[in-house]
């Protein structure tokens, strides 16, 4: 099997794997449309091309570095408790809110999506693990490698945009009560994760 479409079927599995960026993507596409989903789905997928292919570019010795991984790991637990806070504060939106804001400021889901996956070293410890797994298990060459992890990012890409598509679709009739209840969840969800980055930290370093 050509090593893309290997790719593409072996990015199925990583439709188990749930982490922040998972639950602010269905809650995007609930309360702010579509398009702002997408966006923050890119981003998400952006993080994932940049790390993948530092490891390709072998780089992944430099990434591992004790210090790298804890000032990553401070960022990136900050960024998910105050997240956490501010989605738990916040007031739900209204329905005209939601009108207006889905055809502007589309850059900002992009960044957030680059952040909320990008500021996590578990993802880093993650890719490593993959990207080992890969080079040990398959008898690919450096252009099949690359052409390997296009055809998986491609999908989990793929899986994620079909997620907030999913959701979009069943969020009508929905009433503020149930904006107010989601943004609670994922913010207790997101606090979470920051808790479990800080104690990563604190038991490895």
Do not use: C
């Amino acid at each position: 099997m050509h090593p893309f479409f290997h790719g593409l079927l072996f990015g199925l599995w990583f439709l188990v794997f749930i982490g922040p960026a998972f639950f602010a993507l269905l809650q995007t596409s609930v309360q702010r449309g579509l398009k702002p989903a997408i966006f923050l789905a890119f981003g998400v997928s952006t993080s994932d091309i940049i790390l993948v292919l530092l490891m390709l570019l072998g780089l992944s010795s430099w990434l591992e570095r004790p210090a790298f991984k804890f000032w990553i790991g401070v960022f990136g637990a900050i960024t998910l408790i105050v997240y956490g806070i501010y989605t738990w504060m916040k007031p739900p939106p209204k329905i005209k809110e939601l009108e207006e804001e889905n055809g502007k400021y589309l850059i900002k889901y992009w960044i957030k999506g680059l952040v909320l996956n990008g500021l996590n070293p578990l993802l880093i410890l993650f890719w490593v693990s993959w990207v080992s797994f890969a080079s040990v298990n398959y008898d690919y060459s450096g252009r099949q490698q690359y052409q390997f992890f296009a055809g998986l990012l491609l999908t989990i890409l793929t899986t994620d945009v079909l997620k907030a598509t999913f959701a979009n679709r069943y969020k009508h009739n929905i009433n503020p009560k149930w904006f107010r209840r989601v943004n609670k969840i994922v913010a207790i969800i997101l606090v979470g994760f920051g808790l479990r980055i800080v104690y990563y930290l604190v038991q490895n370093y």
